[in-house]
């Protein structure tokens, strides 16, 4: 099925350094959201993203709507031991319409204590 | 419930058998999602349903997979004729509706084992 490209796969990091993540897509989404998954449980969602260049934060989190609606990133600042797992992220509502929601690759975190 | 609610959380089942997985969206949630995750993998999207519209089933990989959804709310994805590539975890999630700008939150999903 269909996915999007995200970035990194993987990454090991200090704890307190700040971590980056992006996704990209050739389609054109209305709405992104970015999701954490940790072992042997659902998605849960972090952050969701409605318009185009929109910067929205949650805590320790930070992400953006591309402006060309094609991408998004993911910022975690000074992370800490608990922020381990899988990001992904999620794209839903392109120009032909469809309402399912298309998720990227995911990268994993790990962060060293 | 608070939450969506999955059913089994794990399932083993032998090559060649039927299994029916079983997903309580949060209540009033309109729109309800199947997605399926083998190790290590991201969300392969199955298919998704809202309200009473036909369903999008563009993600069911062949036609042993058929998913129904009875009176607006429980939903069942069936599985006839289990192969071992069939293992891998099923999530649903639901959304208030299918408009863009609804978030969908996820099950804690089945973990489907086929030996």
């Known amino acids: 099925g269909q996915q999007l490209n995200q970035s990194p796969q993987s990454m090991f990091i200090q704890e307190g350094e700040d971590v980056s993540m992006n996704c990209t897509s050739s389609s054109i989404f209305n709405t992104w959201l970015w999701y954490k998954q940790d072992p042997g449980e659902g998605p849960v969602l972090l952050i969701a993203?409605?318009?185009?260049?929109e910067l929205t934060s949650n805590g320790r989190l930070t992400a953006q709507f591309g402006i060309t609606r094609k991408d998004s990133f993911l910022n975690i600042s000074a992370s800490i031991p608990s922020d381990v797992g899988i990001y992904f992220c999620?794209?839903?509502?392109?120009?032909?319409?469809?309402?399912?929601?298309?998720f990227g690759t995911g990268t994993r975190l790990k962060v060293l204590a | 419930g608070a939450g969506v609610s999955q059913s089994p959380s794990n399932k083993v089942t032998e090559k060649g058998k039927d299994v029916e997985l079983r997903c309580d969206p949060i209540?009033?949630?309109?729109?309800l999602y199947w997605y399926r995750q083998s190790l290590g993998q991201g969300l392969e999207f199955l298919i998704y349903f809202q309200g009473n519209s036909a369903p999008d089933k563009s993600g069911l990989p062949s036609d042993r997979f058929s998913a129904e959804r009875t009176g607006g709310s429980v939903s069942t994805l069936t599985i006839q004729r289990t192969q071992q590539e069939d293992s891998a975890v099923y999530l649903c999630a639901s959304s208030l509706g299918i408009y863009q700008g609804v978030e969908a939150f996820f099950g804690q999903g089945t973990r489907l084992t086929v030996v």
């Open positions: 999620a794209g839903q509502g392109s120009t032909s319409g469809t309402y399912k929601y298309i």
């Open positions: 993203l409605y318009k185009a260049g």
């Open positions: 209540s009033g949630h309109t729109a």
